[in-house]
Structure formats: C-alpha cells, structure tokens
C-alpha cells in the first residue's frame, strides 16, 4: 500500500471486500475489466486481477463527496 493516508485496517478491509466482490464476479464468467466497471471505475484498458483489486479497494477507501443540500 503506498497511500499513506489511509488506515491499515480500513485498506485491509477494503482489499476483503475487493477480492471477495471480483471473486463473485470471476465465478460468473466476467474479467478484470466487469469487476472495475461495476464500481465504476471504466473498463480497466486490459487490466489484471491484481490491478483491478487495488484499484477497487483504493475506490472503496477515497473520501466521499459530499452533495449540498
């Protein structure tokens, strides 16, 4: 992990439910690219399981935006 602002915990958690949601996805029958695009994150131009796990947990880590109301 080279985000030194996140938690370990949270970044251990986060890593969890990445590998667990792209195992899901892996098991019916999608790829790397499926895994980013259903959290939003493009189609991962040829990405690898390993990338497309960081990536995922790095998103689930990001602070949220906030809407005004």
């Given at each position: 992990?080279?985000?030194?602002?996140?938690?370990?915990?949270?970044?251990?958690q986060a890593?969890?439910?990445?590998?667990?949601?792209?195992?899901?996805?892996?098991?019916?029958?999608?790829?790397?690219?499926?895994?980013?695009?259903?959290?939003?994150?493009?189609?991962?131009?040829?990405a690898?399981?390993?990338?497309?796990?960081?990536?995922?947990?790095?998103?689930?880590?990001?602070?949220?935006?906030?809407?005004?109301?």
């Open positions: 992990m080279n985000n030194r602002h996140i938690s370990p915990i949270q970044w251990e890593i969890g439910y990445a590998r667990a949601a792209c195992a899901r996805i892996f098991r019916d029958g999608g790829g790397p690219g499926a895994a980013l695009g259903a959290f939003g994150l493009g189609d991962g131009g040829g690898d399981w390993s990338t497309a796990i960081d990536r995922i947990a790095l998103a689930l880590c990001a602070p949220q935006q906030r809407k005004a109301a």
